[in-house]
């Protein structure tokens, strides 16, 4: 580009330009003389240079006004004007147009026929000495742009660790607090060596209405080598408040309280928090928690073999709870459909004889946990897929026996097996049958049901011999309480609300949104996304409610609700952004013929994307003001979190995880102060029209009437934490009732 310029570079052009004096060089003040007469500006008013240097290698970096040079020379024809230049140091050549006014403001320019002007700097260094310095420059240029870029990442990456360790630590502070309306100490945090007073309230317990309670307690997870504590009867609390106090002194090797309260001295009916106990943390002992030891046995795995959401559990809940410090492996088939460019470190890592075939290992982490791979040498996992094989149930139930089989041969003494639905469900069985009495006596069965569509003979044989068993919400946990394979486990079965990935789902390191964003300027970046996601659509660009929708669109994502809600935005003067596809082509075509009818009538306020598309997803999430959820059933449910994670508010249907999830701004105060959180979006029960109408057309009409109010809203649900910390303590206290 510079040797063109050069090669186009003239000193003057007659009748239209030349520059006073003819000798000159970088940094020199010189005159450069227009003839207005010459091209397209002779009848602007004003007269402006856009220049630069070099091919305009730094851009536009001379902007000056000519004034009328009043020329009295009568060899000079036309109508000349002149602007006082300083020539650029390192310049070869000087490069610029005419216009009619500053750059900001110009319409008309005279640019050369698109040629530009470009004029050779008679004095300047030799050309090979320029390039020596300009190498030299570039050179030191790219260092400091470097440097500068390094410092920017290394600040950015210092908030984001900061930010995550903030939300932990007040992640941890709530769900210690999250119990108060029921247990809490004086002080709140317990020191080793120290009195504490312990304060119940049985009102909200199975023990409401006892003439007595007493308090049973011990430490270090009932382990402490002085025993449980003698049972207290408890007092009466001097605040006047339905709480019952009773004290204890704690030991200096203390490392957790534990207790329950019973109606009797001797017993009785108890509130143990359904089986795993009350345990508060210690502070400044001398002894620390030992580590648990949990191996996962999944045949889903995100990013390297993930189906549904599952994988996703599987990854992160092991990734959550290693954080803790907790020590994590999953046994794994390695399956010849691995994305192995998301394995780091893997290696052959033993063989051994089982099922009457090889089974080689290998060993690797994956999202920094620890994964142990079996690889049959009979080719059940060399089929190019996790599912789909006629013989699914045989090729899953062999790998459950091989992962046992491992690690007894490989002398493994895991506190916890967790298994994960139908295809792992296996291990709880075979654990119980084949294993307990060969060396793995202390190791426990977690099993975790996901999705109770498939195989409940399997649910229903492994939630009999596991240890304790979960689903992915509280609520679901009560909604399927019914089912024949899980009443009569009740008493050993929970609800723990999954979490989503907060590195995945991140707006101030999201490349999918144009302005990154934390609570901090939430607006700012919501306004950039609305904004790009409006251009990027097709959509009016305006200052309106913009409703997203992000789904597979099912039956059980409420499919009638979706359209009338579509009709009802649109009948507020709001904006609707449908992303989601039909894996039932009547589905489908009906929704395609949706969008053709509302990007007639209303396009450039409607807009219905009936695909997959990732980036797409997160600017919704970001760009959207609302996020609406009206799901029949749902078990869990993380478009309502992540939604939040994005600032964006929910609005939902009162079922599964949405329940446990989002709290309703004008009906849930209380419900979400037990949880130690702020209301958080709009819901709704039943399953018509109405229903949808009560909670979007509030969430509208906040949206219109009391702006601030709703901004604020947007920054208090993005500061809630709906990652995995949370989730991941509560497994871990379940982790440990099963080993009790």
């Known amino acids: 580009m510079l040797q063109q310029a050069l090669e186009k570079g003239v000193v003057s052009a007659r009748n239209v330009w030349y520059i006073e004096p003819k000798n000159f060089k970088g940094e020199d003040k010189v005159k450069l003389y227009y003839n207005k007469s010459s091209g397209p500006l002779a009848n602007a008013e004003e007269i402006w240079i856009h220049g630069g240097f070099n091919s305009w290698v730094d851009g536009l970096s001379i902007v000056e006004k000519l004034v009328d040079a009043e020329l009295k020379d009568d060899s000079k024809n036309g109508d000349w004007w002149f602007a006082e230049v300083i020539v650029p140091v390192r310049a070869l050549v000087i490069d610029w147009v005419f216009a009619d006014g500053p750059p900001e403001g110009a319409f008309l320019y005279d640019n050369n026929s698109r040629k530009d002007f470009h004029a050779l700097v008679p004095l300047t260094t030799p050309e090979e000495a320029y390039w020596s310095e300009e190498e030299d420059r570039m050179f030191r240029k790219l260092q400091e742009e470097r440097r500068l870029k390094e410092e920017a990442m290394r600040v950015k990456m210092e908030k984001t660790a900061r930010l995550k360790a903030e939300t932990k630590e007040r992640t941890l502070k709530m769900f210690l607090l999250s119990q108060k309306d029921v247990v809490y100490t004086e002080p709140l945090e317990i020191q080793a060596g120290s009195p504490v007073t312990v304060l119940y309230n049985p009102s909200n317990t199975v023990l409401n209405g006892k003439p007595e309670v007493w308090f049973r307690g011990s430490f270090n997870r009932w382990t402490h080598r002085l025993g449980p504590l003698p049972p207290q009867k408890m007092e009466a609390a001097d605040d006047g408040s339905s709480h019952l106090k009773t004290s204890a002194k704690v030991p200096l090797d203390a490392y957790m309280m534990d207790f329950v309260f019973s109606e009797k001295e001797d017993g009785g009916m108890f509130d143990n928090k359904d089986g795993l106990d009350y345990h508060l943390p210690v502070v400044g002992g001398i002894a620390k928690e030992p580590p648990l030891h949990i191996v996962h046995i999944a045949v889903e795995m995100a990013p390297i073999a993930k189906v549904g959401g599952l994988g996703d559990v599987v990854t992160s809940l092991s990734r959550a709870v290693q954080e803790l410090s907790h020590n994590v492996d999953i046994i794994f088939p390695k399956y010849d459909c691995i994305k192995y460019n998301f394995v780091k470190d893997l290696q052959f890592n033993r063989s051994y004889h089982w099922g009457g075939t090889e089974i080689k290992v290998w060993h690797g982490k994956v999202e920094g946990v620890s994964v142990y791979f079996l690889d049959p040498q009979n080719g059940l996992f060399q089929r190019g897929c996790v599912y789909g094989c006629a013989d699914d149930a045989g090729r899953f139930g062999f790998f459950c026996h091989a992962a046992l089989e491992f690690l007894l041969q490989g002398g493994f003494h895991p506190d916890i097996l967790h298994c994960h639905d139908w295809s792992s469900a296996p291990v709880s069985w075979l654990f119980k049958d084949h294993y307990t009495h060969y060396g793995l006596i202390k190791t426990r069965v977690v099993f975790t049901i996901h999705n109770l569509e498939f195989g409940a003979g399997a649910i229903g044989k492994a939630m ?277």
Not at 466 to 479: L, M, N, P
Not at 493 to 516: A, E, K, L, S, T
Not at 636 to 642: D, R, S, V
Not at 677 to 692: H, I, K, M, Q, R
């Open 464 to 740: 009999t011999f596991a240890d304790k068993a979960t689903t992915v919400s509280r609520t679901y946990a009560k909604e399927v309480a019914g089912n024949s394979v899980i009443s009569p486990h009740l008493y050993k079965f929970h609800g723990i609300v999954n979490g989503i990935d907060p590195d995945i789902w991140d707006p101030y390191n999201d490349n999918f949104v144009p302005v990154p964003y934390t609570s901090e300027n939430v607006l700012e970046g919501k306004r950039a996304a609305k904004e790009e996601l409006q251009k990027r659509l097709g959509l009016k660009s305006a200052d309106l409610p913009l409703v997203g929708i992000i789904t597979r669109l099912t039956h059980q994502k409420g499919i009638h609700l979706i359209k009338h809600a579509i009709w009802r935005t649109l009948e507020r003067n709001g904006q609707v952004v449908l992303l989601g596809s039909a894996p039932d082509p009547r589905i489908q075509n009906d929704f395609v013929n949706l969008a053709n009818q509302l990007h007639s009538t209303h396009g450039d306020r409607a807009r219905l994307v009936l695909t997959y598309d990732e980036p797409l997803s997160h600017l919704i999430y970001a760009g959207a003001d609302f996020i609406l959820v009206p799901s029949i059933f749902e078990p869990c449910g993380l478009t309502q979190l992540i939604a939040m994670r994005y600032g964006s508010v929910p609005v939902v249907r009162k079922t599964g995880g949405l329940y446990d999830t989002v709290f309703d701004v004008d009906h849930d105060k209380e419900r979400a102060k037990a949880q130690v959180l702020e209301p958080n979006g709009f819901s709704f029960d039943g399953a018509d029209a109405p229903g949808v109408d009560y909670a979007l057309n509030r969430a509208i009409s906040a949206w219109y009437d009391g702006r601030e109010w709703f901004n604020s809203l947007c920054k208090t649900v993005m500061e809630q934490d709906w990652s995995w910390n949370r989730p991941a303590l509560e497994y871990i206290e379940l982790y440990h009732s099963a080993r009790k």
